[in-house]
């Protein structure tokens, strides 16, 4: 009876122990699944990446860490109040990319030539994808023109083309802002060149005002937009038919009015953008000798290969592709970006081919008086390196075989028993995949020749370092 | 003890059921346990995710982990300063046909200085390299030797030192150095990776 009854009690504590046990393993297991903890893992469908509970619902996977932030319920968003349409016909003004439908009330593309730029109608000198105009939107001499409120069209603007330009009669000039025209023939006009930098020719201000213009796009395409005072007229960017035409700055509204005489651009040109001094782009453009090759080869016509330099500043490893040429050379190119340049600069080039050593190279035009012998392990690289194309020909030495690649491309820059025992379980071998690790002849064939290739490079062992 | 009667019967059900239930219950917390160990186990994800990219642990050899290489030393309690002695590598390859393997010894270069390297097997030959501050051999067969041995504690190659002044060395034979390691190629380019072992000499 006494016996009994303490067996029966400890049954149920160890049934409760084991609850809590897989309980909490089971928690902790869900919780933390694989990915790191809590602040990796967004909630169940809750994009927050800080794990906060919305709503009040318990995210069922959060990563796994503690849970930050507090219960809160979202706050509606307010609706957007929709802003008035502003004219793309004027340069600075906000606009959205193509492929907008205007449902925020701005208009989808720029008119007169511009381009969307970071939201505003501009030229550029880069290569935009101009959102094209449609056809609906153009007419020619003598239609209207200007603001006719036409569906499809942006700003509801009708566009001269044919070579006819858009005219207000009553004044002779571009209508002004949400009004009708008439397209009309372009005069015949002469432009007046200008000899000076832009000198401007202050007008009476069109409908008064002082406002100055802002955004005022230069028909030069100058990298920086232009503040114009009030009435100022400058020569701004080029209608349809790329010529340059004048716009002038509204005092009262503090935009630019397009007023469509012909101009010429301000000289002088912009100056150009400056570089630094002393650092370019390089191409290096290699032809080697790889050992065992003398002439072009009966098996693969290419080989991988990669380049390091040393020197002047350490750029890491650029691959290239060798393609054999007569006379047993191969040639490729490779590119290092930004690198110190000029002719005092000093190089060692490091070069690292498909199935051989890595042999490190200090000087233009080296030799050698038999194959492998070339060494600059200790030198000091004395190559100098200038931007642009650098014709590197290193076929006066042998480029030394050994270090195969392992089926996935990996060499360990030695040649060792994985090298040798290659070579020999595949003798005689011409499958592609087993050629393109051990043929080192590049003869189509893995046979005794290339075993004596490598046999030749066992003294070297080792990638130049 | 009517009431001993009663209680015996009426817990001798509760007993036939509770350790089925144990036993259940250790089962769902090892297998929780397991679940742990399972570092890749994912749920489900939910709609906007972000996942952490695992950073993995330098690439290691590859290769299998078979067969051994350890030295031995003939005379190991006659050793004297300027007196050649023979130092034996010794294989197993755990039941593999061997078409070419590396070994890499270093010892202290001030005490001994290296008389010269030979293959113990027939139909290999055996090349060294001492440029980086430890002997790296590279030993292979031949392409016209057919045999393709498999190592049982066989001796594999022989070293001859030189040792140069007098005391207590050790000389290993290494797993791994540079980009060098020790290992066994089989007849179809297989790579195992040996245990290795060292050895202590005494200079007098």
Redesign the interface.
Known sequence: ?KL??K??AF?PL??IL??L??SA??S???IN????GYK????????D?DCKLVGGKI???CGGGKITGSFSTPTPKPKATPTPRPSCATPGVACCPGGNNGSQGIPPYCQGGLFCISGKCSRSNSTPTPTPRPNTCATKAPNSCGYMNRAGCPDGVVYCTGGSTCIDPATGKGPAEGKKGKCVDKPTITPTPTTKPYNPNPQPPVGGGTSSCEGGIWCDEAPTTYTGAAGEIVCGQRDTGGTCRDWQCNGSTGTWSYLGNACNPRTPAVPPTETPVGTGDVTLEFTLRLQGVTGIPKGSKTVPFKVKLKGSSDEDYVTGTLTAGSSGKWTGSTEFKGIPVGADTNYAVYVKVGKHFQKKVCVLNPTESSGGQYSCKDGVGLIPLTAGTNPLDFSGISQLVGDLP?ESGEQ???????D????????RSTDPAKLQIGDLNFDGIID?AD?SLILQS?NV??DDE | MDNDVVTQQTQAPKNKFLIPFLIVLVLVAVFEFVLLLKKDGKLPTAASTSVEEISKAPEEMEGIKEGSLTLSVDNNTNIVVGSPFTVTVNADSNGHSVVAFDAILQYDNTAFTLGSVSSTVDGFSATSNSSRGYLDITSSKSPQTTATPVFKDASVLTLTLIPQKSGSYKINLLKKIDKASAKFVDTNTKIFLPTTGSVDVMVK
């Open positions: 009876m009994k009854f067996k029966s049954a160890l049934i084991f609850l046990i897989t393993v089971t902790y297991v869900v699944q694989g990915t790191g990796t893992r967004a909630g169940w469908g809750i994009p990446l995210p069922i996977s392992t360990n820059g030695r040649v060792d028993s994985y040798k025992g290659f070579l020999l379980n595949n003798q005794t075993w066992l062992k080792y």
